[in-house]
């Protein structure tokens, strides 16, 4: 297994990992090593355990059990499908991000905020605005923190063709930048047009991993098999 390591620069390597709540094991990990090099995109049926996945990359929950070793010094940045916004403006939500580096600037702030296609809304309360306006204003947050690895959770649940369209070109732009991504996605045409590597996960445990087109094309276990025969007669 150890072999696994030369294909991929930077990796996350999980050992023994076991995560509980309510006494029920929501992630069983004995060992896996993650890409974090490349677009990665983390997929399977709800209740899998990929927030739970994604959340333990962060390092906002710890393991019952196990290790989390990254191969690189990390700095991660971590969006969650439903982020609370103040009841401020746009542009105050954005620049939350300065309370935990005061370095960040107001030109910045502004420059983000083109960027992200919210400059027309930057005094309009956050709010009111819309699920793509949100998610566009998340991450605008993520780039002012310049992370070098990013962990996305269905970046794109509800919403609309555009909005996802712009997204995922956000989503690019982290990649072209240097900055990593892993991202969990139900939307399999999203995943074929962004990711370059598969983890699939299915009740807590990763059944299989590996680049994303011999995964589509040939699935190697019966559980990958029957998810994709399910999703793709529905994505």
């Known amino acids: 297994m150890g072999n696994m390591t030369e ?3 930077k990796y996350v390597e999980l050992k023994d990992i076991t995560v509980k709540s309510n006494g029920r094991i929501i992630l069983n990990i004995p060992h896996a090593i993650i890409p974090a ?3 990665t995109a983390c997929i399977g049926p709800n209740g899998a355990g990929k927030t739970t996945l994604l959340k333990l990359l962060d390092g906002l929950i ?13 700095k991660t940045a971590l969006v969650l499908h439903h982020t609370p916004m103040i009841k401020a403006s746009t542009k105050a939500n ?8 005061s370095s960040i600037t ?7 905020i083109d960027r992200v296609g919210l400059g027309k809304l ?3 309360p956050a709010h009111k605005l819309s699920a793509g306006e949100r998610q566009k204003l998340c991450l605008g947050r993520v780039i002012l923190q310049k992370p070098n690895l990013v962990l996305l959770d269905e970046p794109t649940a509800n919403l609309d063709p555009n909005t996802t369209e712009q997204v995922e070109d956000i989503i690019r732009q982290f990649d072209r930048n240097a900055t990593d991504v ?14 370059e590597y598969i983890i699939f996960i299915d009740q807590g445990e990763i059944k299989e991993k590996g680049p ?4 589509f094309l040939d699935p190697q276990t019966q559980a990958a098999k029957r998810y994709l025969h399910q999703e793709l007669l529905t994505d």
């Open 37 to 39: 090099d490349r677009i």
């Open 212 to 215: 994303v087109g011999p995964f």
């Open 182 to 195: 892993i991202f969990s996605s139900h939307q399999l045409a999203q995943v074929q047009r962004l990711a």
């Open 7 to 9: 294909q991929f620069e």
């Open 122 to 124: 930057a005094s309009s």
């Open 94 to 101: 954005l620049g939350i991000v300065t309370d935990a580096d």
């Open 62 to 74: 710890k393991p019952d059990t196990g290790t989390v070793k990254y191969s690189f010094t990390h």
């Open 106 to 112: 107001a030109t910045q702030i502004n420059e983000v």
